[in-house]
T-cell receptor, first 109, second 117 residues
Framework: DAKTTQPNSMESNEEEPVHLPCNHS???????IHWYRQLPSQGPEYVIHGLTSNVNNRMASLAIAEDRKSSTLILHRATLRDAAVYYCILRDWDDKIIFGKGTRLHILP | GAVVSQHPSRVICKSGTSVKIECRSLDFQATTMFWYRQFPKQSLMLMAT?????????EQGVEKDKFLINHASLTLSTLTVTSAHPEDSSFYIC?????????????FGPGTRLTVL
């Protein structure tokens, strides 16, 4: 499985932007970059995914490096409800989602 | 977005009993569902892939005779933990993907917290 590397934890102040990095130096040409997050005591929820171009949706933005070896999930204005574990995942044609350790994001009021 | 439900949300049982957990896709049909297990402070671990109308595919190290999976319809998969023991206490989460491209988003259930006494 292609692997990703994320910081164990990050902190951010409420109402400020948050940039969550992910390194995936062994990414293959057909791997999509997915982000999921898991709020406390809940199942994970989809955040965003992309292949080569930057992506925006109502939850976040995904910035993908030109060589695709890294990406950054951007929360434009963090709220307390964004405190969660964020997982950066590579997926190919295979359905399976394999979770790494993720980044635990703490939001300070 | 699509909704996946699980029942029960939490269950407490005695050691040696069997527990069944249901996973339902409420507004879409899912030929494939997935089962995960999560211990406290750890990440999710994929246990098995549940295929409608055929046998489940188990990940390495997961005992298929202990964790029985039945995907009898396009909206329901069940996980039965047989002869449960305290070490089986965990947070069990299912997920399902609506028909379409494999790399599209998956939807996860809210999880079932199993406590074996």
């Amino acid at each position: 499985d292609a692997k990703t590397t994320q910081p164990n934890s990050m902190e951010s102040n409420e109402e400020e932007p948050v940039h969550l990095p992910c390194n995936h130096s062994t990414i293959s040409g057909t791997d999509y970059i997915h982000w999921y997050r898991q709020l406390p005591s809940q199942g994970p929820e989809y955040v965003i995914h992309g292949l080569t171009s930057n992506v925006n949706n109502r939850m976040a933005s995904l910035a993908i490096a030109e060589d695709r070896k890294s990406s950054t999930l951007i929360l434009h204005r963090a709220t307390l409800r964004d405190a969660a574990v964020y997982y950066c995942i590579l997926r190919d044609w295979d359905d399976k989602i394999i979770f790494g350790k993720g980044t635990r994001l703490h939001i300070l009021p | 977005g699509a909704v996946v439900s699980q029942h029960p949300s939490r269950v407490i049982c005695k050691s040696g009993t069997s527990v069944k957990i249901e996973c339902r896709s409420l507004d879409f049909q899912a030929t494939t569902m997935f089962w995960y297990r999560q211990f406290p402070k750890q990440s999710l671990m994929l246990m098995a892939t549940s295929n409608e109308g055929s046998k489940a595919t188990y990940e390495q190290g997961v005992e298929k005779d202990k964790f029985l999976i039945n995907h009898a319809s396009l909206t329901l998969s069940t996980l039965t933990v047989t002869s449960a023991h305290p070490e089986d206490s965990s947070f069990y989460i299912c997920s399902a993907r609506p028909p379409g491209l494999a790399y599209n988003e998956q939807f996860f259930g809210p999880g079932t917290r199993l406590t074996v006494l």
